[in-house]
């Protein structure tokens, strides 16, 4: 069993940056895949990246592209996000999540196994 826990959320203005965290418990960590998903009121949840066990792969959903980074440091049994020129729009509860069965991680939520609690991120305009 794994736990995640996610932390670094808050409330900013357009344009701001701010860093998730995600800090998994037990000693497999650097063999899963981990993703990033949100979602917002009334909308289902979306991709937002994904990184390899090694960190030399990830994905992002093109909505972020070019905005967030996802990294991932096994030593500490932590995934990150950092997500910078922020907009109304990334206004979410943002998961992270872990893949045991896809070491390169993937873009659909059903391939993950745990789930973090969630953080919120609000961006006002």
């Known amino acids: 069993q794994v736990q995640l826990v996610e932390s670094g959320g808050g409330l900013v203005q357009a344009g701001a940056s701010l860093r998730l965290s995600c800090t998994a418990s037990g000693r497999t960590f650097s063999r899963y895949g981990m993703g990033w998903f949100r979602q917002a009121p009334g909308k289902e949840r979306e991709f937002v990246a994904a990184?390899?066990?090694?960190?030399?792969?990830?994905y992002y959903a093109d909505s972020v592209k070019g905005r967030f980074t996802i990294s991932r440091d096994n030593a500490k049994n932590t995934v990150y996000l950092q997500m910078n020129s922020l907009k109304p729009e990334d206004t979410a509860v943002y998961y992270c999540?872990?893949?045991?069965?896809?070491?390169?991680?993937?873009?659909?939520?059903?391939?993950?196994?745990?789930w973090g609690q969630g953080t919120q991120v609000t961006v006002s305009s």
């Open positions: 999540a872990a893949d045991a069965s896809n070491i390169f991680g993937s873009r659909y939520y059903h391939s993950y196994d745990y």
């Open positions: 990184i390899s066990w090694s960190g030399d792969t990830t």
